[in-house]
Every structure is written in structure tokens, then in C-alpha cells.
């Protein structure tokens, strides 16, 4: 996989950010599309997660590891407790869109990344 399919799906996971947003604003439902959004972004993480770790023959888990992979964990249990109904909840609100706005600074900074450094190959 080249870095222009990467920049290219990077975009496109900003504009679904940035289609949230408005959308949500529009129909007055901002939480209940971020926390579909956070869902699917989760669950892409984990299945990356999932893939890579074991080709390693012994995983030892770092401190960062494990931070992000809790944070995402909560994410997700909130945007599942916001897509079952409780997403008027004032917690569940600010949890959604802090996990909106992480996911969001991570893939502009990944982005940012990949057009200020040329790769010849991700992996």
C-alpha cells in the first residue's frame, strides 16, 4: 500500500468527520451520528490492532498501548450506551465528542504526516 491510498482514505475519514457534524447539526441529532461514527472508527482500530499484534512471537504490552486501548474501549461502550437510547445523557455527551474530537486531531495529525513525509512503502 502506497502513501497516496493511505493521504487518500486519511481524507476520506475527514470528510465522514466533517459529514457528521453537519449532518448531525442539521437533523439535531449530533450525538447519536458522532456516537455511530465513534463506533465504526473503534471497531477499525481494534480489527488494526488485531491484525498486526500477533505477528509478533511474544507481545509485551507498553503503557501507551495500553492507555489508547482502554480510551477506545470507553469510547466505544459510551457511543453503545448513547445508540441504545441514553444519548441525552449529559456524560455520555461530553465523552462522545471527546472521543470525536481525539479521533479527529489523530487522523488530521496523521495526515499531516503523511503529506509532510513521503514513504515508499507503510508497512
Known sequence: MN???VSTA??????SHLA?????????????IIS???TVIVIG??????ITSPNLKQHNF????LLVICLEAC????AFYAIIGF???TYVKVINFIGFGNHLLATTGMLYYMLAFKFDRLF
Open 75 to 78: 469510547i466505544l461502550i459510551f
Open 87 to 89: 444519548h441525552n445523557k
Open 20 to 32: 457528521a457534524i453537519a449532518i448531525g447539526y442539521k437533523m439535531q441529532k449530533t450525538t447519536l
Open 10 to 15: 486519511i481524507t476520506i475519514i475527514l470528510i
Open 3 to 5: 502513501d497516496i491510498c
Open 62 to 65: 507498553e503503557l501507551r498501548e
Open 36 to 38: 455511530y461514527l465513534n
Open 45 to 50: 482500530i481494534f480489527v488494526f490492532w488485531a
